[in-house]
């Protein structure tokens, strides 16, 4: 049995820019943070002649075309791989809550692919890209590359796209007593909503590949506030950081109808007054998980706890997507 692990993440900056239909004209720039929450994929051997594929629900195929989860059947084909196979995920955080399960499930899947085949020298860098493969080439998922490199990479990382699709990677350079209180003051909690991300993102491709002027300027000026906001962790500005947050928080909501909604703003505002600096919502909008950065962390939870908004406790992850077993 072979047993891969993938983490989820926390987007701190440049989201958004990391979509073909952006960087393709303009090239992007995001940053990113892993945390301990993963995605588990189990690849086993089968004794049956078929693939047996586990999740949220049961699949048993004779061939890859049979399978109707996109990303494995289309993972399996890149793979040539089966039948004979069992393949089964699990994860700490149910997916459509913005914290990037999509690209989680997709890396720990071929890099437990990739071991079955007795392949174990694939870079963080070309799992990253197989994975972008298949879910914006092969599913034609309005997605960009975020989710995907952050979770091959993992640690706090940020990445420049260019226009042809290359990405380069740079672990951010952040002194440990800078990265240990960033890591104490930030605080996720539940929204108590699950959705898809995938009509603010096709939305957002659309006025994009149309040169809406409107979300372009939007995106310019995400782009420029993800690279303010990596200065300011890299200087140790973590007071600049939160407040970097709440202006990225502010032009984020602007960008799609529905990006949010009075639970989602009463939260936010409860947060700030209790003490948060900044914050935003995870993902690409609608509900999932808010972010705060607070230098006030008991003050901040007691008020959501009040509120009903349920905390997810975390730490930073620097290993990335991995073999476990």
Same mark, same amino acid.
């Given at each position: ?149 952050? &979770?091959?990479? $993992? +640690?706090?990382?940020? !990445?420049?796209?260019? /226009? ?5 990677? *740079?672990? %951010? ?110 993902? &690409?909008?609608? $509900? +999932?998980?808010?972010? !705060?950065?607070?230098? /006030? ?5 007691? *008020?959501? %706890? ?20």
């Amino acid at each position: 049995m072979i047993i891969a692990r993938s983490p989820m993440r926390i987007s701190l900056g440049g989201g958004g820019t990391d979509l073909p239909s952006y960087y393709q004209q303009f090239g992007g720039f995001f940053i990113s943070a892993a945390i301990d929450k993963y995605m588990y994929i189990l690849v086993h051997q089968s004794w049956s002649n078929e693939y047996v594929i586990k999740y949220s629900q049961l699949e048993r195929a004779l061939t890859t075309a049979d399978i109707k989860h996109p990303i494995v059947r289309n993972a399996l084909e890149m793979m040539n791989l089966g039948p004979n196979l069992e393949i089964a995920s699990m994860a700490d955080i149910p997916a459509g809550t913005g914290l990037g399960s999509s690209g989680a499930f997709t890396t720990a899947l071929l890099l437990g692919l990739h071991a079955y085949q007795k392949n174990l020298l694939v870079s963080p860098h070309d799992l990253a890209e197989q994975a972008c493969e298949i879910e914006i080439n092969k599913c034609k998922e309005a997605v960009g590359k975020q989710d995907q490199y952050i &979770a091959a990479y $993992g +640690g706090i990382t940020s !990445f420049d796209v260019a /226009k042809d699709g290359t990405v380069c990677a *740079a672990p %951010a350079n952040l002194d440990p007593s800078t990265l240990y209180t960033l890591e104490d003051n930030l605080a996720i909690f539940f929204t108590g909503y699950s959705r898809t991300g995938s009509d603010f993102l096709k939305d957002q491709n659309e006025k994009s590949l149309q040169a809406d002027g409107e979300m372009l300027e939007n995106l310019h000026y995400i782009k420029d506030l993800g690279q303010r906001i990596k200065s300011a962790l890299e200087q140790g500005q973590l007071y600049t950081f939160g407040e970097l947050m709440h202006e990225h928080w502010e032009r984020k909501r602007l960008r799609s109808v529905g990006m949010t909604n009075p639970r989602i703003d009463n939260l936010y505002k409860l947060g700030r007054e209790a003490g948060a600096v900044g914050g935003k919502l995870m993902g &690409a909008g609608g $509900g +999932g998980f808010l972010l !705060f950065y607070t230098e /006030k962390k008991q003050q901040l939870r007691e *008020a959501m %706890a009040q509120a009903g908004a349920q905390e997810l406790r975390f730490r930073f992850d620097f290993e990335g997507t991995k073999i476990l077993v």
